[in-house]
């Protein structure tokens, strides 16, 4: 087996991971590189349908991943919806994602007839990409018991949609909002929010 053979195998075997993927950003990147990979294989040794085959893929590619990257912060296309701690399909999401729930907030435990407890979920069109539980502490204080993402956007920060959106906590009379204590991989730094010992703090601006 030559260099070039191998050129071809590796740009197969990284198509076929990509494919492997649950985030949909890693997958389009990988699937991209992959098609690129081929490209020059399939054209070094004419195999011309393939050239072909691999261009309109990375086309496609480039096209959703510009999509998804121009609209990773847009409100328009992410909307986050306040439901009841009660709600049936907030229980539904919460059992169906309980194993990866725990796997990043180790610390969460629902419990939906606690007091002064809110719940939000952000979707995309008709699609739950994230959920965001909170309840209330002393000193105007938002304690944050839950931020977490379905597999699929795991690249992307949906939780921000909640945090930008600051009237849904200072309506209710917060000053701060305090992240999720154990939180594996928290992303809040790039949010606006401070570190504050083991958690991360957003200062909220005055009512106006």
């Known amino acids: 087996m030559n260099w070039l053979e191998l050129v071809g195998?590796?740009?197969?075997a990284l198509l076929v991971w990509s494919l492997l993927q649950t985030r949909i950003l890693r997958l389009r990147a990988l699937n991209l590189v992959g098609c690129l990979i081929l490209i020059g294989y399939n054209a070094a040794v004419h195999v011309w349908p393939m050239v072909g085959l691999n261009v309109v893929l990375a086309v496609i590619?480039?096209?959703?991943?510009r999509t998804m990257l121009a609209t990773r912060h847009d409100a328009q296309t992410y909307e986050v919806v306040e439901v009841g701690t009660g709600d049936a399909f907030l229980a539904?999401?919460?059992?169906?994602h309980?194993?990866?729930?725990?796997r990043f907030n180790p610390d969460f435990r629902w419990d939906?007839?606690?007091?002064?407890?809110s719940a939000f979920l952000v979707v995309r069109a008709d699609e739950v990409?994230?959920?965001?539980?909170s309840h209330a502490e002393a000193g105007g204080v938002a304690q944050i018991d839950l931020d977490y993402?379905?597999?699929?956007?795991?690249?992307f920060t949906p939780g921000e949609f909640v945090y930008r959106r600051s009237r849904l906590f200072t309506d209710r009379g917060?000053?701060?909002v305090v992240s999720p204590r154990g939180m594996v991989a928290p992303y809040y730094h790039r949010l606006g929010f401070r570190p504050e010992g083991d958690a991360y703090v957003l200062d909220l601006p005055a009512p106006a």
């Open 9 to 12: 195998w590796a740009g197969s």
């Open 61 to 65: 590619n480039v096209w959703y991943l």
């Open 92 to 96: 539904h999401t919460l059992r169906v």
């Open 98 to 102: 309980a194993a990866d729930i725990a």
């Open 112 to 117: 939906p007839a606690a007091a002064d407890r």
């Open 129 to 133: 990409v994230g959920v965001v539980v």
């Open 149 to 155: 993402v379905t597999p699929p956007f795991r690249d």
């Open 174 to 176: 917060f000053r701060r």
